[in-house]
C-alpha cells in the first residue's frame, strides 16, 4: 500500500438549508419542540430533496479523501478469500453456503451424505444484478424433500418465503409474503410450516415505516395458495405482543413463545399436535409459563418432560425441566448456573451442548440429561462460538469457531465417540502472525471492571501515537467476542488499533450485566464507553485526537449520546443506522419491542431519563464536536431513517464553525445491514471504505 499524501485541512463546510417547522410535542406536562418533524415523510418531494442536497455534500468532501480509495482497495484484495458456512443436515442432505471471495451473496450448497457431491442449489446472485436480494432465512422439511427458504429485498426486514425441491432445484409456486422477524417451523409430517406474519398494508406498499402491530402465527401446507393458510394463534386483544412459534423436536407440540414491550422475558404456550404425521390444529393453547419477568428458551424434550435454558433465579442462566403432566409443579433444575454465562445450548444424542463465556471467550461443555457432566469439546484457540448445529437425536454436530486473527474453523464432533476433527479451515491472503490480540480490563466511571480486546500490529510503541478504531454496542443482552473481520485487519495492517469494549447492556456476564445497561441504567453503557477512551489515552496507546468511535444501530445511538456528552472524546465518529429519536423511536416500524432495553416516553419516568441523554435532545449549541460521518439506509425498516435525518439537521446548524464537519451519506436501495446479515459483500466493502477512510482522514492513520 503506498504512503498517503498528509491529511489537508478541510474547508469551511456549506451545509445544505434544513428548514424548521413549527411543531411541539408536550411530554406529561413539558414541551419538547421537534422542528424537523418534516424529515419524518420520507417520500415527501421536501425530505427527497434534502436527502440528495446531503448525499451531494458528503459524497464531494469524502470522494476528496485519499485514504478512501486506498482502504477500498484493500478491503476488496482481502475479502477476495474463499469461505465456507456452517453445514446443517435434514435427511441425509447437508446443506452450507460458500462464497469464492467477492460474491454479492453465498451461494447455498447442498450434498447427498456429508461426503457426496457437492451440487448447487440456490445462487441469490442470480436474483438482482446489483446482490441485493439476499437469502435470509433456510429450513428444510423433516423428510427433506423441500427447502423453505426466506429471500430479503434491498436490506429490508421483510422476508418473501418460498419453496424450493431439494431433488431437482426447481421451485415451487408456492410464496408468502408479510412475514418478518420469523423462521418457518415444519410439521413432521412434511406437508406445511409454521410461520409469523403481520397483516398487509392497506396500499401493499412493503416499505413500511409506521408502528407494526398485530403479529399472527400462521400454518402454510405445501402447495396451496397463502390466501388460504390457517392462522394458528393470535392475540387481538394485545396487538403490541410478539407471538412466534416452532415445532418441538419429536413434532407433537407447537411451542408459542410470546414477549411484549417493556418486557424482558417471555411467556410459553403450547399446543399438543397430537400425531406428529396426523397433526391436530384444534385444540386449545394451553398457557405452560405465563410470565413477563424472566427468558425462557425452549431446547427440546423428551416425552412429556420440556427442557427449557432460563435466566430465572440466575441471572447467568440454567437448564430447567418442566413436567407437562404437572404443570403446577415448580421447575427443576437440571443444569445450575455457574460462574460463566451459559450463552447457547441445544440438544443433540441425548446430551446438552453448551456454550459458556468466561470474560466473554468460549467454551463447549456437555452435559447428558439429568446434568451430569460428560466431558467438553476442545476448542482451537482463544476465541468465539458463532453457532453449532445438528439434529436432536443425531450425535453429529458442527461448530463454528473464529477469532480476531483466526477467519473461521468448521469443527465436527461425534457425540458417540466423542472424537473431534477439523471439517473446514479458512485461510486468507494475510500473513495474521504479524499482529497480536490482548484483553485488558479497565474501571468504569463507577469502578466496574469492564473488558475489552486490543487488535494491533506486533511491536506496537506506547507513545500515544496510534490512531484507534474504537467499537462499542452495548444493548439488548448481545455479546461482543472475538470474532473475526476483515475491515479491523485494514485497520491495524498500517499501524491503528482496533479496540473492542464489552460494555454494559451486553450479555457477556449474564442477564445482571445486560440489566445494567437499561432503561434508566442507560447512562452506564456510556460511561462504559468513555472510559475505555480515556484509559487508551492513559495508558499512552494513542490520543483523543486519533480514535475514531465506530458503533451500529443501538451503538449508533451510543455515539450519539456520547459525542454529545464528551465532543472532546475523539477525532472522527461514525454512527450507523443509529436510534437518534428516544422520544419517539417506539413509533415506528418494530421500535415498539425495544422497550425491554430503553423505556419509552409515555411515562413520567420514561420520558426523563430518556430526555437526558437522547442525542436528538441533547446536541449543544456551538460546541466544538469531532467530525461525524453518520451512515444510514432509505430502506431500513428496522430502525427508522428520520433517527438520522433530524440528528445531522440538529448537529449541522450547532456545531462550531470551526469543528466536524457534520455529513450523512444516505446508501440508497440499501436496509439496516450490519446485524440484518444481507448486505451485498460489493456494498459492505464500499460503506466500509466510506467509514473508515472518513475516520483515516481525520485521525492521521496510514502516516
Excluded at 186 to 191: A, I, L, P, Q, S
Excluded at 325 to 348: F, K, L, N, Q, Y
Excluded at 465 to 479: K, S
Excluded at 555 to 581: F, K, S, T, Y
Aim: hydrophobic share 40%; with cysteine; aromatic share 12%.
Amino acid at each position: 500500500m503506498a504512503a498517503l499524501a498528509p491529511v489537508l485541512a478541510l474547508a469551511a463546510v456549506s451545509y445544505p438549508p434544513s428548514e424548521t417547522v413549527d411543531h411541539t410535542d408536550d411530554y406529561h406536562g413539558t414541551k419538547v419542540a421537534d422542528p424537523y418533524r418534516w424529515l419524518e415523510e420520507l417520500d415527501s418531494p421536501d425530505t427527497k430533496a434534502w436527502v440528495a442536497a446531503q448525499n451531494a455534500l458528503t459524497d464531494s468532501v469524502v470522494d476528496a479523501f485519499p485514504e478512501r480509495a486506498v482502504i477500498k482497495q484493500r478491503l476488496t484484495e482481502l475479502w477476495n478469500y474463499p469461505r465456507t458456512g456452517l453445514p446443517f443436515k435434514e435427511a441425509n442432505w447437508y446443506f452450507y453456503t460458500k462464497n469464492d471471495g467477492l460474491q454479492n451473496q453465498s451461494p447455498l450448497y447442498v450434498t447427498d451424505g456429508l461426503r457426496g457431491a457437492e451440487r448447487l442449489l440456490l445462487d441469490p446472485n442470480t436474483l438482482s444484478a446489483d446482490g441485493t436480494v439476499a437469502l435470509a432465512l433456510t429450513s428444510p422439511s423433516p423428510d427433506g424433500k423441500w427447502l423453505g427458504y426466506g429471500l430479503a429485498t434491498g436490506g429490508s426486514d421483510w422476508r418473501e418465503l418460498r419453496l424450493r425441491d431439494v431433488a431437482t432445484g426447481q421451485d415451487a409456486p408456492d410464496s408468502i409474503k408479510w412475514a418478518k422477524f420469523t423462521g418457518m417451523s415444519w410439521t413432521h409430517d412434511g406437508k406445511g410450516f409454521f410461520y409469523s406474519r403481520y397483516p398487509a398494508p392497506a396500499d401493499g406498499n412493503p416499505k413500511v415505516f409506521t408502528k407494526l402491530e398485530n403479529r399472527q402465527l400462521y400454518y402454510h401446507r405445501v402447495g396451496t395458495p397463502q390466501s388460504e393458510d390457517r392462522m394458528v394463534y393470535a392475540m387481538p386483544d394485545q396487538p403490541a405482543w410478539f407471538p412466534g412459534g416452532a415445532v418441538s423436536s419429536d413434532g407433537r407440540y407447537l411451542l408459542i413463545s410470546v414477549s411484549q414491550p417493556g418486557k424482558l422475558g417471555n411467556s410459553v404456550y403450547y399446543l399438543d399436535l397430537g400425531d406428529a404425521q396426523k397433526p391436530s390444529f384444534d385444540g386449545p393453547v394451553v398457557k405452560l409459563i405465563d410470565q413477563f419477568v424472566s427468558g425462557y428458551n425452549f431446547l427440546g424434550n423428551a416425552g412429556r418432560t420440556f427442557y427449557f435454558s432460563t435466566d430465572e433465579g440466575a441471572p447467568r442462566n440454567r437448564i430447567v425441566a418442566l413436567d407437562l403432566d404437572h404443570p403446577a409443579a415448580p421447575a427443576v433444575t437440571v443444569v445450575p448456573e455457574s460462574a460463566d454465562t451459559m450463552e447457547g445450548v441445544r440438544i443433540s444424542a441425548g446430551k446438552f451442548v453448551l456454550t459458556y463465556m468466561h470474560d466473554a471467550v468460549n467454551r463447549v461443555v456437555l452435559c447428558n440429561l439429568d446434568g451430569s457432566a460428560a466431558g467438553e469439546i476442545k476448542l482451537p484457540g482463544v476465541g468465539s462460538v458463532g453457532a453449532v448445529s445438528g439434529k436432536f437425536k443425531d450425535p453429529e454436530i458442527f461448530i463454528s469457531y473464529s477469532s480476531y486473527l483466526a477467519p473461521g474453523t468448521t469443527l465436527r464432533h461425534d457425540l458417540a465417540s466423542g472424537m473431534t476433527e477439523v471439517f473446514n479451515e479458512t485461510k486468507m491472503p494475510l500473513d495474521l502472525t504479524q499482529f497480536e490480540v490482548k484483553q485488558v480490563f479497565y474501571p468504569s466511571k463507577d469502578g466496574t471492571k469492564i473488558p475489552m480486546f486490543l487488535v494491533y500490529k506486533k511491536g506496537l510503541k506506547l507513545d500515544g501515537t496510534a490512531p484507534t478504531w474504537l467499537y462499542g454496542y452495548g444493548g439488548f443482552n448481545i455479546t461482543h467476542k472475538p470474532a473475526f473481520a476483515v475491515p479491523p485487519l485494514v485497520w491495524i495492517e498500517r499501524g491503528g488499533i482496533y479496540a473492542d469494549a464489552c460494555l454494559r447492556g451486553g450479555g457477556e456476564y449474564g442477564e445482571d450485566w445486560h440489566k445494567a445497561g437499561t432503561k434508566e441504567r442507560k447512562q452506564n453503557v456510556f460511561d462504559d464507553y468513555i472510559a475505555a477512551a480515556d484509559w487508551l489515552v492513559v495508558q499512552h496507546y494513542t490520543t483523543h485526537r486519533k480514535i475514531v468511535l465506530d458503533g451500529r444501530s443501538n451503538g449508533g445511538l451510543l455515539l450519539g449520546a456520547v459525542v454529545n456528552q464528551r465532543p472532546d472524546l475523539a477525532g472522527a465518529a461514525v454512527p450507523a443506522v443509529g436510534v437518534m429519536d428516544m422520544l419517539r423511536y417506539h413509533k415506528f416500524t418494530v421500535g415498539a419491542a425495544w422497550a425491554s432495553d430503553y423505556g419509552n416516553s409515555d411515562t413520567p419516568e420514561g420520558f426523563k431519563y430518556l430526555a437526558a441523554y437522547s442525542p436528538l435532545h441533547t446536541v449543544k449549541a456551538g460546541a466544538r464536536y469531532p467530525a461525524v460521518l453518520v451512515t444510514t439506509g432509505d430502506h431500513d425498516d428496522r430502525v427508522f431513517p428520520a433517527h438520522s435525518y433530524k440528528y445531522v439537521a440538529t448537529m449541522q446548524q450547532a456545531v462550531a464553525a470551526d469543528a466536524g464537519p457534520v455529513l450523512i451519506h444516505i446508501e440508497a436501495n440499501a436496509g439496516h445491514g450490519g446485524s440484518s446479515g444481507t448486505s451485498p459483500v460489493s456494498k459492505t466493502i464500499a460503506d466500509w471504505a466510506y467509514r473508515m477512510g472518513f475516520g483515516a482522514h481525520f485521525t492521521g492513520w496510514g502516516k
